[in-house]
């Protein structure tokens, strides 16, 4: 999500967030540089729920881990910042086909 500042990003603010843009590559201090993957496979921290494979990735609620969303029923395609690759348990690394 872009920031309120030049050169500035900053966590999602909620659930489904349409203006997320991608995923970091590593902790961003605030005020700090870092590196954010647009596209192309990374490893992200799933919420407290995991994740399924082939569901959409979007954001949890504020916390910067993404959310496992089916896609059945799913109209807030812009939400999603990718699909999950595998199924993984809460709270762990999981790999993610950005879009």
Do not use: H, M
């Not at 954010?36 to 995991?50: C, W």
């Not at 916390?63 to 809460?90: D, H, I, M, Q, Y």
């Amino acid at each position: 999500r872009i920031g309120s500042a030049d050169n500035a990003i900053q966590l999602p603010s909620g659930v489904d967030d349409v203006y997320v843009l991608g995923v970091s590559y590593e902790n961003i201090p605030i005020g700090s540089a870092g590196r954010v993957a647009v596209a192309g496979v990374v490893n992200l921290q799933t919420d407290a729920t995991g994740s399924t494979r082939g569901y959409f990735v979007t954001s949890a609620s504020g916390t910067g881990e993404g959310k496992s969303t089916n896609p059945a029923g799913f109209t807030l395609f812009n939400a999603s910042v990718g699909r999950w690759l595998r199924s993984c348990a809460a709270s762990s690394l999981c790999p993610v086909l950005l879009k």
